[in-house]
């Protein structure tokens, strides 16, 4: 694409991040933008998060998909408020979009506001949606060069999560390794080993989780 | 984007297809374009496929990455030719940038040309390279839905390898469902279903290849 084209785009982007940013600031909401592959299992961590802190916070989830409402049904099925953004085979959300439903939430009675990317780990990266943290998911059975062969989301995401390892011994898929590359791309972020289907480690995330709501309440 | 300026840059794309499909065609090279999610096996796959047809086909490789050549050294080490282009962040190859490379091969002396495409199930599939075939490729561990989720590729696609079947046993993947899928999308679609990692079922995807060698040569 022309670059100066592109680099349009994106300052459109941003300015409207900044707006919806602010919204956010004011009411207190912390925003995540989950970010994977296709069949990472970016909706299998909604639904165990969604299910297991439903007692302790209010959580919104906005699913963005090139097509179907499928993961929305997933997350609407554990009773939290899921807005379905259908992209007709666009290849990631923008602010744009965000903004065109965030009027649906009741966003002063919102603790935490999910965007369930669509699954690329590629464009969605350069769109700032107005979130408070990128969340890079990653599963074991892709490998574990995914970090060092897709840096930007890496670099810039505040944690990495590395999901299915209930599947470690059936995948070459070196731990370290990853985490590693992730370190080396961004010293501070946080890393993750959970298994959605066993539930092992999701108790560290959801320690993290508590704190960024803390955090951000507290500014 | 714009809806014009899209259509300006698929536009431009497909004419510069066209010149490399005519060329393609003079030379009777096949060429195959694998698209998939980051970590579906594309670079295994062609590890396979190349260490076990060297001897009956003399093929090139291009590997298309957001950074790292990696990919390219590992299909080097089977003793083919592979070319490396490095997209800088870029979410897919087109045809602009196959053509920058085609010259650093001996095309008459190729029968099959892969490219590997950028890990990613939305972007890649828009911007025609001049191939054959587009060829998509899903990992067991994505999930079942992927073909209802990203369409488009699997509506174009001539065939769909179900990579990663030795870890059926432990995930949630339904391979009748995910073919019913791609056969809704694509009635004509080959099916392969096949572990990079065990061997089982390469066979029937080499018979599938001899074929398509064979009909270009004829042609």
């Known amino acids: 694409m022309d670059i100066s084209i ?26 995540l933008n989950l ?23 209010k959580i919104g989830v906005i699913e963005g998909d090139c ?3 499928n993961d929305a049904k997933r997350v609407a099925a554990t009773g939290a408020k899921a807005i379905q953004i259908n992209t007709d085979g666009g290849c990631h959300l923008d602010s744009k979009m965000i903004k065109n439903v965030i009027n649906d939430f009741d966003l002063a009675n919102i603790d935490i ?13 350069e769109f700032d949606c107005g979130e408070d943290a990128k969340i890079a998911i990653l599963s074991v059975a892709e ?17 990495m999560v590395i999901n299915k390892i209930d599947l470690l011994d059936y995948v070459d ?12 791309l961004n010293n501070d972020i ?3 080993e959970v ?25």
């Open 190 to 192: 946080e890393v993750f």
């Open 113 to 125: 506001l999910f965007i369930e990317n669509v699954g690329n780990l590629v464009c969605p990266v």
């Open 35 to 57: 970010i994977s592959s296709p069949g990472s299992g970016k909706t299998s961590l909604l639904e165990k998060t969604l299910s297991d802190l439903r007692d302790e916070f």
């Open 6 to 31: 592109e680099r349009n785009i994106l300052e459109a982007n941003d300015n409207v991040a900044q707006e919806l940013r602010a919204i956010f600031a004011e009411k207190k909401v912390l925003v």
């Open 195 to 219: 298994s959605c289907r066993t539930k092992q480690g999701l108790d560290s995330w959801y320690a993290w989780l508590r704190k960024q709501v803390s955090l951000k309440q507290e500014k």
């Open 67 to 69: 097509q179907t409402d």
């Open 143 to 159: 490998g574990d060069d995914k970090p060092e062969k897709y840096p930007r989301l890496f670099q810039l995401a505040h944690a």
């Open 173 to 184: 898929f070196n731990v370290e390794r990853a985490k590693k590359f992730g370190k080396s």
